[in-house]
């Protein structure tokens, strides 16, 4: 069973930092892209944060993020990590971790986590 559980969530001050972890399991991670997403207050919508493929060497951002957050991973530990530095107001949201996988039906599933809450205000 997939299972992803993000780790992380505080309030923090305008151009604070804070590290977001994501400890999966139920799947070979070491083979998979993850991915951070958020969900801002009041948006139904997630939006894509940052990607990161199975070895760590290709990375993606969104364009307002690129530059104060990094995404990495520890594929001993099984566990995607998300930098968040020069933190705005507009960065607050609950983070979600994801990752999609292939059934043995060929299916494509995409899994999620249940989030952590970033509050960035003074």
């Known amino acids: 069973q997939v299972r992803l559980v993000e780790s992380g969530g505080a309030l923090v001050q305008p151009g604070g930092s804070l590290r977001l972890s994501c400890v999966a399991s139920?799947?070979?991670?070491?083979?998979?892209?993850m991915n951070w997403y958020r969900q801002a207050p009041g948006n139904k919508e997630c939006e894509m944060v940052a990607?990161?493929?199975?070895?760590?060497?290709?990375?993606s951002y969104a364009d307002f993020v690129k530059g104060r957050f990094i995404i990495s991973r520890d594929n001993a530990k099984n566990i995607v990590y998300l930098q968040m530095n020069s933190l705005k107001p507009e960065d607050t949201a609950v983070y979600h971790c994801?990752?999609?996988?292939?059934?043995?039906?060929?299916?494509?599933?995409?899994?999620w986590g249940q989030g952590t809450r970033v509050t960035v205000s003074s």
């Open positions: 139920g799947f070979t991670f070491g083979n998979s892209v």
């Open positions: 990607s990161i493929d199975s070895i760590g060497g290709i990375t």
């Open positions: 994801n990752t999609t996988q292939t059934l043995g039906s060929g299916v494509r599933k995409s899994y």
